[in-house]
């Protein structure tokens, strides 16, 4: 078969792998239909994650055609249509049963990161009762592919975490797509002001149009002031981080109000300074967290019943063979205008 494979630091190659078979009785063979490149697979291409190695193929999120089921699968059969999870849970251990799937003692985030990935024509799911969830008939599986990392990272770290609430202020400071995730589910809790930070216009006006009523460019280094601004001077209830470096966690503390919530999603990888001597004093409640993709169900309904709709997400579709292509838009997305590009089977 076919796969994206990295080949150590800057290196990734199109090309020919054995085709994955059942190795545990709770495994499932999928045929990928439909994936996506995640901000993360560049990141791991830049070298920054050193635990995935050469040879790995990449990525993390799907949907697919069950190809084959071990004995002790007892959810899935052949054929059966499925949303892949970009996290594996065996839900016996005892985070599992905390619901913290992002910390399964034999799962996790490993899809395209210890094991192989989804972006192939076939990917072996560890632990497939738990990892993954029937395609409803007739949904839009473009759309669907968007709830494999990103719908449950900005629902679950960002809404969930920050604790967003009706009539609440919230500030979402990055546009990307999972900044826009947030976005998109915040509004679940018809909070009265959603203002997003970015430094690109194009982003921001992809905000508005999914419910942002307010933008601020931070490109002049003056969001906090403009955000405080449009605040009356009071700031924000919750500040979402959604980029992952220490200007972007900045405004968030200097713009959240007295009681209020910063909710850090973005994956960073050099420490923050943090002004503790002015938050404890502010009643201001941080959280961090990894996705455990326990909302997924929850937001699959609101999907199929046209509350929630993804697909305004994506901005670019490639075939199977073009996805050196969708990696050189991905990787330009500012240039490309590119959100979330679909890569896709004809089936
Ligand atoms: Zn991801
Ligand atoms: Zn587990």
Redesign the pocket.
């Known amino acids: 078969m076919r796969a994206l494979v990295y080949h150590g630091p800057g290196k990734k190659a199109w090309e020919e792998k054995p085709k994955p078979t059942v190795k545990a009785p709770t495994d499932a063979v999928v045929k990928v239909v439909r994936t996506t490149i995640c901000g993360t697979d560049l990141h791991i291409l830049k070298g920054d994650v050193p635990a995935v190695t050469d040879g790995r193929i990449l990525g993390h999120e799907g949907v697919g055609v069950i190809e084959e089921v071990g004995a002790a699968v007892s959810n899935f059969k052949k054929g059966d249509r499925v949303l892949i999870s970009c996290i594996t849970?065996?839900?016996?251990?005892d985070?599992?049963k905390k619901g913290m799937?992002s910390h399964?003692?034999?799962?996790g985030w490993i899809l395209g990161h210890l094991v192989d990935g989804t972006q192939a024509e076939y990917v072996r799911i560890p632990h497939a009762d738990n990892s993954l969830y029937l395609a409803p008939k007739g949904v839009d599986e473009d759309a669907l592919v968007m709830l494999s990392d990103i719908l449950p990272t900005g629902f679950e770290v960002g809404v969930l975490k920050g604790a967003v609430k009706p009539g609440d202020t919230v500030a979402i400071v990055g546009g990307g797509p999972v900044g826009l995730a947030a976005l998109l589910t915040a509004q679940f809790y018809a909070p009265a002001e959603l203002i997003m930070v970015d430094l690109d216009d194009n982003r921001l006006a992809v905000a508005k149009k999914l419910g942002a009523t307010q933008t601020v460019n931070s490109g002049d280094g003056k969001a906090v002031e403009k955000v405080m601004a449009l605040t009356g001077g009071k700031g924000v209830d919750v500040a979402i981080e959604a980029v992952g470096i220490p200007a972007t966690f900045d405004i968030c503390q200097d713009v959240v109000t007295a009681g209020g919530h910063v909710a850090n999603v973005g994956v960073h990888g050099k420490s923050v300074s943090l002004k503790l001597e002015k938050l404890w004093v502010h009643n201001v409640t941080i959280t961090t967290g990894l996705v455990d993709t326990n909302t997924t169900p929850m937001l699959l309904k609101n999907v199929v019943a046209g509350r929630l709709s993804p697909r305004q997400l994506i901005t670019h579709e490639f075939a199977f063979d073009e996805f050196v292509k969708a990696y050189d838009t991905f990787g330009n997305a500012a240039k490309e205008k590119a959100l979330k590009v679909v890569v896709k089977t004809k089936g």
């Not at 849970?89 to 251990?93: L, N, R, Y």
């Open positions: 849970s065996c839900g016996k251990c985070a599992c799937y399964c003692a034999d799962g």
